[in-house]
């Protein structure tokens, strides 16, 4: 009977002890979640700018500033917070301790300098008869369907296999992110993660800019329409795709090359890829 009562004694005791534990390593975790507060608004007027978009790079989690350009997402010391808003320049914050302090931060951004680039017309001597015009508009290499129930069309071509030397398969660039990005799995996971929650979604569909997706991969605006062009996306696309476009394009291309590489599928297969109508 004593026998008994010890054993159950070591079994209540082990249950707290772990209870407790596990209570306290909660507790821990719980510290590092805070919340940063804060404001955008212009720098030479000094209003609210509502609908600006805030993202933390670090958690892919963002949200919009409110009527008054108020805004309240969550972080941590050491995340970058990417501020955002149409017509102004784009900023990056680094949180510190002192900016978690409770404080509603005051973030002024300035509004963009545009400069227009000389825009050249071509005539495609077009008379208003289909049949002739038809045979002088011209050709795209670019295949598109649209599935009904789907907003967008699609483009379909076959990757590019063939290079005129062997100095460019070397530089190729669709390899090279492939390397790059295999030896960097944080950032494709969460380049992935920017397509999977709703709002996050929604800020991508509204961004034309590129810079989100250029500061996760860490190119230039040039090397990413490189990269897009290498991966078979027309022009037209590249130029006038949405951020949330582009980014499924370079996934499904990175995929693409990934089932190549590991011999799951043959390069000169047929792909489906995403463009506008």
């Not at 590092?32 to 989690?61: M, W």
């Not at 045979?135 to 789907?150: A, C, F, H, M, T």
Request: net charge neutral; proline share 2%.
């Amino acid at each position: 009977m004593q026998r008994i009562a010890l054993i159950i004694f070591f079994l209540v005791s082990f249950s707290s002890l772990a209870q407790e534990r596990n209570t306290s390593s909660d507790t821990i975790g719980k510290s590092y979640i805070k919340y940063l507060t804060g404001r955008v608004i212009s720098n030479s007027d000094k209003k609210p700018l509502q609908s600006a978009h805030i993202l933390n790079l670090n958690t892919v989690e963002g949200t919009i500033t409110g009527s008054d350009g108020t805004f309240t997402l969550g972080a941590a010391v050491n995340d970058t917070i990417f501020i955002s808003y149409i017509g102004f320049q784009s900023v990056k914050l680094k949180i510190t301790n002192d900016l978690l302090k409770g404080n509603e931060l005051e973030i002024s951004i300035h509004e963009k300098t545009i400069n227009m680039d000389e825009v050249t017309v071509k005539s495609h001597k077009l008379i208003g008869v289909l049949v002739v015009d038809a045979k002088n508009v011209p050709e795209d290499r670019y295949s598109r369907i649209q599935i009904n129930g789907l907003p967008q069309a699609y483009e379909m071509g076959n990757a590019r296999s063939n290079y005129s030397s062997g100095l460019n398969a070397i530089f190729n660039p669709v390899d090279f992110w492939y390397d790059k990005l295999g030896s960097k799995p944080k950032e494709l996971k969460r380049l992935k993660k920017l397509k999977e929650g709703d709002q996050i979604r929604n800020m991508m569909e509204q961004k034309f800019n590129r810079e989100v997706i250029m500061d996760y991969l860490d190119m230039s605006r040039k090397e990413l329409n490189e990269l897009m062009s290498e991966c078979n996306y027309s022009q037209s696309f590249i130029e006038r795709a949405s951020d949330l476009q582009i980014l499924e394009a370079f996934l499904e291309c990175y995929e693409n090359h990934n089932a190549i590489q590991k011999g799951q599928v043959k390069q000169e297969r047929i792909q489906l890829r995403d463009t506008l109508k």
